[in-house]
């Protein structure tokens, strides 16, 4: 279908390594979301891109966590010396304009797990 | 900071059993309200949305959630659930000027046949 595209599904990468997350969103969705859910929790907001620029920030835990979206569609989420602590689900989200009141449609997620 | 409360983390029901899911939020501005649903193995879906008019809101698969902004509560009511209905269940609000959503910890559902 034409939904929310995550890649990979699942990760592993050994503590100190550098991982990339890929997020393919709905086709011409302006809006694009993402959110960190750690186990046995609900999902955390992290960053938030209104076509190219990043608008909110402020839910990267610290500046090991960079996203980019410089074309405006495709967006990754890169994480530097990963710790322990990153190993959670990554959800991305689009939605068709900025507009609030547009509904977020979530991917699938990647499972990171760091060793 | 706008938090999400929902206030139970399991819930266990027997088929044709009525079913109710509390949250509550903090923010006390205008609020933007949703329930979303996780089946196994799938991606979260928008079960249904508050944004303003009618405080009793219909969603899909005969779910629906009442606002009651003297309370702070946006519950979540199926009057007969299935075994399909066996999934996560999240609520989250936004608030006015953010796009960001705020979700609660999440609420298991395992019906049983």
């Known amino acids: 279908g034409a939904g929310v595209s995550q890649s990979p599904r699942y990760k592993v990468a050994k503590r100190g390594q550098d991982v990339a997350l890929r997020c393919d969103p709905i086709?011409?969705?302006?809006?694009l979301f993402w959110y960190q859910q750690a186990l046995g929790q609900g999902p955390e907001f992290l960053t938030y891109?209104?076509?190219?620029?990043?608008?909110?920030k402020s839910g990267l835990p610290s500046d090991r966590f960079f996203a980019e979206r410089p074309e405006g569609s495709v967006s990754t989420l890169k994480i530097q010396r990963t710790q322990q602590e990153d190993s959670a689900v990554y959800l991305c989200?689009?939605?068709?304009?900025?507009?609030?009141?547009?509904?977020?449609?979530f991917g699938d997620g990647t499972r990171l797990s760091i060793l | 900071a706008q938090s999400v409360s929902q206030h139970n983390h399991h819930v266990i029901l027997s088929e044709a059993a009525s079913l109710e899911l509390g949250c509550n939020y903090s923010y006390g501005g205008t609020v933007n309200l949703f329930w979303y649903v996780q089946y196994p193995g799938q991606h979260l879906q928008l079960l249904l949305k508050y944004f303003s008019g009618d405080p009793l809101v219909k969603g899909i698969k005969g779910f629906e959630a009442e606002f009651i902004k003297s309370k702070f509560s946006f519950n979540l009511r199926k009057p007969s659930v299935q075994w399909s209905d066996t999934a996560e269940y999240f609520c989250a609000s936004r608030s006015g000027g953010y796009n960001k959503l705020i979700f609660g910890a999440g609420t298991r559902l395992a019906v049983h046949p």
């Open positions: 989200a689009s939605s068709q304009t900025q507009d609030s009141n547009q509904p977020q449609h």
């Open positions: 891109f209104q076509n190219e620029a990043q608008l909110d």
């Open positions: 086709s011409g969705h302006v809006s």
